[in-house]
């Protein structure tokens, strides 16, 4: 099955910025059919939201109002990376980043996540 890394989480002031990245690894025949990769990103009290995802062409997709123009989705079919560029932060913004990978038969992914706090 499908495993992931994230990394590059940490402490971060407001209006700053850090660059998560999520690596995939796995039995070949499922990292090579990964569909969807992408952040989820969860509050205290377990609130999970989705911030962002992307399909094997690098079409982003935003699920929150509050990421779009301070978030990027990217991703690296080669590499199986998927990276998410966070700009301009706010204290909302903290929370633990979860990445996730589709691949068939409807399997998921899931990182283990990574916190993001913002210090006002």
């Known amino acids: 099955q499908v495993q992931l890394v994230e990394s590059g989480g940490g402490l ?12 995939a690894s796995g039995p070949t025949i499922d990292v090579n059919t990964i569909s969807v ?19 094997r062409g690098g079409v982003p997709h935003y699920g929150e109002d509050r990421a779009k123009g301070r978030f990027t989705i990217s991703r690296d079919n080669a590499k199986k990376m998927v990276y998410l560029q966070m700009n301009k932060f706010i204290p909302a ?27 006002s």
């Open 93 to 119: 913004d903290t929370a633990v980043y979860y990445c996730y990978a589709d691949y068939p038969c409807a399997l998921r992914a899931w990182g283990l996540g990574t916190q993001v706090t913002v210090s």
């Open 12 to 23: 971060a002031q407001t209006g700053g910025s850090l660059r998560l990245s999520c690596a």
């Open 37 to 55: 990769m992408g952040w989820f990103r969860e509050y205290p009290g377990n609130r999970r939201e989705l911030v962002a995802d992307t399909g």
